[in-house]
């Protein structure tokens, strides 16, 4: 059976990794490719950075850090922010990342998505998902509504509609952030994640609101994810990946144990 | 020299990267010549056996496969190579290489785990290996240890004793194949951590029995 993966999840900008409290206020808190051996060493199963460097000229420093990457730690990790066309993406892989992942680009042009699951196959696409809940109304029936640019803007969009619609056009795995817990540290959220799990056929990585590793067990459960993503708890030291794994592989939750 | 074979079948950059990192020269290679130089091979690979076969054709590389075969060059197929080096692959309806007896097949849409919900396809992410024989190449590895998968097909030799290891995903199928001057396996050891470039390190220093 396959493990139940934990993903910690590194932003960086201008070659350095933040990590931002509901996208405000970030602040510099290491480099990116010691982190990733850090984690790498302590049993994470793969790892997903955000470049969320604001200007077009520094992106070729992402890559720089992306080949560094490559060359430090041997387990999939995956890229997203600022991937806009295909060959955006090519050369992501090609500095060795697994996966990319897109979001707000494919809201923008779908067809990102078919194109890069026909370029480098659909396990390379992962579809980053942010969501809000916002009540079931006509144009959004399940409730939950997809938003860019940090949760400011609303698109009006059904988030279980888009999901569905991206898996159609070739997304291999569905990254799923709920704006409302993200950065609260008081726990996933449940009922998205397994609204949204228990109807795609696409491996679904929770997202958002891990404070302690009770909150994994329940997202991995109840929440039907197939991974989740940590970044506070494990960034400023509350929480190892292993404590974590321990913690779950004691709850009967099945996750790799060696490595 | 280690040739890894470049056949327009994905990135392969991970495999030379994990090579290098354990301090083994290597060479991604288009051709057959080099190829058949090689003190040992590696032939990766993602995507899909029909383009695959057609591209290996085209560099000559299938001969290549067989004469290194014959030669007792050491060969690690790694994903879609594992699933190359069978006679025939059901994705694309395929002829393949040949050099192990059996078929590449499908996961059924369907299957299930042991609580009867349905798995996911492709079979993505870590799991384990259980060992059918002892092998040079997967020695010192414990039984926890989990791999690195990404496939919705899975090789299915002929003969039994050519599996080396099984990996349950609503079935049972080989993950390793062992057969003669060939070890291949339908997982990525180069990103599956410490165990995988132990194996990587493993085969790097295999002689096989002649």
């Given at each position: ?200 056929s ?58 | ?105 499908a996961f059924s849409p369907?299957i ?7 798995l996911k396809i492709p079979h993505m ?26 496939h919705g ?16 995903y609503g ?40």
């Amino acid at each position: 059976m396959l493990s139940k993966r934990i993903i910690p999840c590194l932003d960086v900008r201008n070659g350095k990794t933040t990590k931002g409290v509901q996208f405000k206020g970030n602040i510099d808190i290491g480099d990116p490719v010691e982190m990733a051996r850090f984690y790498y060493e302590n049993g994470a199963d793969e790892i997903v950075f955000y470049d969320i460097t604001a200007s077009s000229d520094k992106r070729g420093i992402m890559l720089d850090v992306v080949r560094r990457v490559a060359e430090t730690i041997f387990i999939p990790f995956s890229v997203g922010g600022g991937i806009r066309t295909v060959e955006d993406m090519r050369a992501v892989l090609l500095a060795g990342a697994e996966k990319i992942s897109v979001n707000s680009a494919a809201i923008l042009n779908p067809d990102l998505i078919s194109q890069g699951a026909r370029a480098f196959g659909n396990q390379c696409v992962v579809l980053g998902m942010d969501v809000k809940f916002v009540g079931k109304r006509p144009e959004i029936p399940s409730g939950y509504e997809m938003v860019i640019n940090g949760g400011r803007r609303p698109m009006g969009m059904d988030a279980l509609e888009w999901a569905q619609r991206a898996e159609s056009l070739g997304a291999g795995e569905i990254c799923l952030n709920s704006i409302d817990a993200d950065g609260t540290q008081d726990g996933y959220e449940i009922s998205l994640t397994s609204l949204i799990s228990s109807n795609v056929s696409i491996p679904v990585i929770a997202s958002g609101g891990a404070g302690k590793p009770e909150h994994l067990l329940d997202v991995l459960t109840r929440g039907r994810a197939d991974a989740a993503l940590v970044a506070s708890m494990v960034h400023y030291g509350a929480y190892s990946i292993s404590e974590i794994k321990s913690f779950l592989h004691s709850n009967g939750v099945k996750v790799r144990t060696t490595w | 020299m280690i040739a890894i074979i470049d056949y327009d079948a994905g990135n392969l950059t991970s495999v030379a990267r994990a090579v290098t990192y354990l301090g083994y020269e290597n060479v991604v290679t288009r051709d057959a010549r080099q190829v058949l130089a090689a003190e040992r091979i590696i032939f990766p690979g993602v995507g899909a056996a029909g383009s695959a076969m057609t591209s290996l054709k085209q560099l000559g590389m299938d001969i290549a496969l067989h004469d290194a075969f014959q030669r007792g060059i050491p060969i690690l197929g790694i994903c879609l190579g594992t699933q190359i080096i069978m006679k025939y692959s059901e994705e694309n309806e395929t002829p393949c290489v040949g050099l192990v007896p059996g078929t590449v097949r499908a996961f059924s849409p369907d299957i299930r785990d042991a609580d009867g919900a349905r798995l996911k396809i492709p079979h993505m992410g870590w799991n384990r290996i259980e060992l059918q024989q002892e092998h040079p190449v997967l020695a010192g590895l414990k039984p926890s240890d989990e791999f690195y998968f990404v496939h919705g097909y899975y090789p299915d030799p002929l003969h039994a004793d050519h599996i080396v290891g099984k990996t349950r995903y609503g079935i049972e199928f080989a993950s390793v194949i062992g057969y003669r001057n060939i070890i291949a396996t339908q997982f990525h050891p180069e990103k599956s951590g410490h165990p995988g470039l132990n194996l990587l390190d493993n085969f790097c220093h295999w002689t096989p029995n002649r």
